[in-house]
């Protein structure tokens, strides 16, 4: 039984292959959360996809790209490790991409590493993630990226002390301690911390404990969502003034649908983000045009931009290998890419694979009427610290 | 069983041993477990799943289906289970089989702790209970993030090969197998101990839990046994979700899972054995051909099923089938 196992096996790969070679299209596996409480971001990162391959064809190097798209429901890894699995052996994927969620990006790169497929991660922000698997690029962020250019910029303009809080997960603690350290080594003092239950609503109690303690600033690091309006009020509430002190964050905080709930609130919040659809450059008012186009006149975020620019890798990729889809290739091509995205400069680390950009400061303002996040200083040329501290 | 028995031929013995006897239908349906193997070789990760939540669910149709424990926490063993068999493979050995083995104790000895609360409370207390449970304990998964991964998820789990032969491949044959052959010996044990003195028993809890002990059968000391016991099975059924996808994640404790499994026993049938084995396989299948179709929508069909099943086969898809059986017979 056990031969024939292998046997059966052994003619299913050799009948893949040559179904691989014989065809003219790039199939691209898509593993997003498009049902459940994640939907919203899989929905805008799936619309870039599809705004790319709308701007750009969807043809490259004379081979037609097709997306097979599939439902990971939420953070289950399990299941996107199944689905990465079933791509690449029921449907022949030749790049796995998409990925809004650490744990189910981890777990398909296990995948990735094994069968030798690209791997494109168009959002999950652990820096870790492209550790695990050889063949993976990441067109996002990581989150230690942002928080530490934020606590580096702060202790270089007059914040000498911060106070921060973060909400009690995984990525909660790297925003953390990445601040933290990043605030040290520039002559900050971090002055006390608190970690706030996930789950949590109300912060008001949390928001006391700070104003009690009457900081010079306050760092806060919460999932994006209903949660930013509910901090923003608990601030105006327990009277801490954003003149007087500073509200730092990333920029989930002040994400568009945020900044409608929380309304004035968010007056005068600092944050330090890769994207926003206010940045000002020829090729961002296109993008943010096109997009308004086909989405309801919405305004595009940063899951839009990962999407976007996760296409553009591969295009580029795809182009310099002439159609050739073995990740070995592709990896290659895309080490050291460069190009120009509507959230700016971007490239591709050669040697860790993640991604290097310019970190934009911004506060929120006032403008013509509306709350709209200011780009005032950016750091250019970031890199993960996380992954440069391991060298 | 059957209206042909001969009523003078009914004693206690022949009743049990005619309980126990292999049905025809039940060969078959062991048999064709092993047909992923040739007919869909590219659906086995799928099928080792099913397989993984098919040991889940009779776990739980062990207590609600035959004892009438009613639970919305369960999924608190299978986590245990999953991050004890994650963690004893990650910092200690890979070997599977002892992996599942700290996998059943973890979850046994939490099983059975707890099993002194649940055997106190019935109907709705037990269900806030159990719920309870649950998230106490998805939230220390959470906030122990230095042992467990966090949100993160466990990393760096990497399981030996099974009996030393068998790598754990990209196809899946290995898990599948690994995860059936588990699945057939902890649902034979299930099998003998719901057709023994003890197993009818359970059932009557089950129907008046205050008339058992007046019987000499005490209510209390029967649903500890069967409570820990169902969260051995649980925490098993975890471990080679941990194993076969070498990473484990909070999801494992989460209220989902603990929802999805009742779901898919209601659907197949509670108290019929076989009915969390075909629920879990009509759940996870309907849900991964919805989701192809349209990955926005795909819990609004599972919605539709189970309203469709609750309202025609009230005793689940199992339920359905022997009545039909029985009116057929009749005639």
């Known amino acids: 039984m056990k031969t024939m196992l292998y046997a059966s096996a052994a003619a299913a ?73 079933e791509l690449v052996v029921r449907d022949n994927v030749d790049i796995l991409a998409g990925f809004l969620l650490t744990p189910n990006a981890m777990a398909a790169a296990d995948i990735s590493a094994e069968a030798k497929k690209f791997m494109v991660i168009m959002n999950a922000a652990t820096s870790i993630i492209t550790t695990k698997s050889n063949y993976s690029v990441r067109t996002s962020h990581t989150l230690p990226q942002v928080s530490a250019t934020m ?47 996930v789950a949590n609503p109300d912060f008001s109690a949390y928001v006391q404990r700070a104003k009690d303690l009457n900081p010079e600033s306050i760092f806060v690091f919460i999932p994006g969502g209903a949660q930013p309006a509910a901090i923003g009020k608990a601030f105006a509430e327990r009277g801490i003034d954003s003149a007087k002190t500073k509200i730092l964050g990333t920029g989930e905080l002040t994400d568009d649908s945020a900044l409608v709930n929380m309304g004035d609130t968010a007056l005068g919040i600092i944050t330090a983000w890769t994207y926003d659809h206010n940045h000002k450059s020829a090729l961002n008012e296109k993008f943010v045009a096109e997009y308004k186009k086909d989405n309801n006149g919405e305004n595009p975020n940063f899951f839009v931009a990962g999407g976007y620019d ?25 080490k050291g890419l460069k190009w120009e995205a509507p959230r700016g400069p971007m490239m591709i680390d050669p040697e860790t694979r993640d991604i290097v950009q310019t970190i934009y400061i911004r506060k929120v303002e006032k403008v013509g009427g509306k709350l709209v996040n200011v780009e005032f200083d950016k750091v250019e040329n970031v890199k993960d610290p996380v992954k440069a501290a391991m060298k | 069983m059957t209206a042909s028995d001969p009523a003078a031929a009914m004693t206690p013995q022949t009743y049990m041993q005619s309980l126990s006897r292999w049905r025809v239908l039940e060969i078959a349906f062991w048999l064709a477990t092993l047909l992923p193997f040739w007919l869909f070789p590219t659906y086995l990760s799928l099928a080792s799943q099913i397989a993984i939540t098919a040991l889940f669910a009779l776990s739980l149709d062990l207590i609600l289906g035959y004892a009438g424990i009613v639970s919305l926490g369960h999924a608190a063993f299978f986590g245990l289970g999953a991050y004890s068999a994650g963690i004893f493979t990650k910092f200690v050995w890979g070997e599977p089989f002892s992996g599942l083995l700290v996998a059943a104790l973890v979850a046994g000895i939490v099983g059975f702790a707890s099993s002194f609360i649940i055997s106190r409370f019935r109907h709705l207390t037990l269900i806030m209970i159990t719920l309870g449970l649950g998230l106490l304990l998805h939230e220390a998964a959470n906030s122990m993030s230095w042992l467990t991964g ?15 032969v068998f790598k754990f491949d990209l196809y899946g044959y290995t898990a599948y197998g690994y995860a059936l052959g588990i699945l057939f010996l902890c ?20 129907e008046n839990f205050t008339r058992m002990p007046a019987i000499g059968a005490d209510s209390r000391a029967h649903i500890r046994k ?8 649980a925490g098993i059924a975890g471990g080679i979700l941990a194993q076969t996808t070498e990473t484990v994640a909070l999801e494992v404790l989460s209220f989902e899972r603990s929802a999805d499994v009742l779901v898919m026993l209601v659907l197949g049938g509670a108290g019929r054995l076989y009915g969390g084995l075909i629920g879990a396989g009509v759940f996870m299948i309907a849900r991964d051909q919805f989701s192809g179709i349209a990955p926005q929508y795909w819990y609004f069909w599972i919605g539709v099923l189970l309203v469709v099943v609750v309202m025609l086969l009230p005793n689940g898809i199992l339920g359905g089938l022997s009545k039909l059986t029985a009116r057929w017979r009749r005639k």
């Open chain 2, 187 to 206: 649902f034979l044990f299930t099998r003998r101990l719901i057709n023994s003195p003890f197993g009818l028993a359970l059932r009557g809890i089950r």
């Open chain 2, 150 to 164: 966090g949100s993160d998820g466990l990393q760096g789990v990497s399981i030996k090969p099974v009996f030393g």
């Open chain 1, 13 to 85: 790969v050799l009948a893949l292959v040559s179904t691989a070679q014989a065809q003219d299209t790039v199939k691209i596996g898509v593993i997003l959360p498009y049902s459940g409480q994640f939907a919203d971001g899989a929905k805008q990162m799936d619309a870039g996809i599809k705004l790319y391959m709308k701007m750009n064809g969807d043809t490259v190097a004379g081979k037609k790209i097709e997306i097979i798209r599939k439902d990971v429901a939420g953070p289950q890894p399990p299941v996107a490790k199944r689905l990465a699995q």
């Open chain 2, 226 to 233: 069967v409570y820990t016991i169902s969260a051995i099975i």
């Open chain 1, 151 to 197: 606590g580096a910029w702060a202790a270089k303009n007059g914040v000498k002390k911060a106070y921060t809080m973060v909400s009690d997960y995984g990525p909660g603690h790297d925003a953390e301690t990445s601040f933290q350290a990043a605030l040290k080594s520039a002559g900050g003092e971090s002055v006390g911390a608190v970690r706030m239950a």
């Open chain 1, 310 to 334: 996760g296409m553009h890798v591969i295009y580029e990729a795809l182009k310099k290998t002439g159609g050739k889809t073995d990740g070995e290739a592709l990896v290659n091509a895309a």
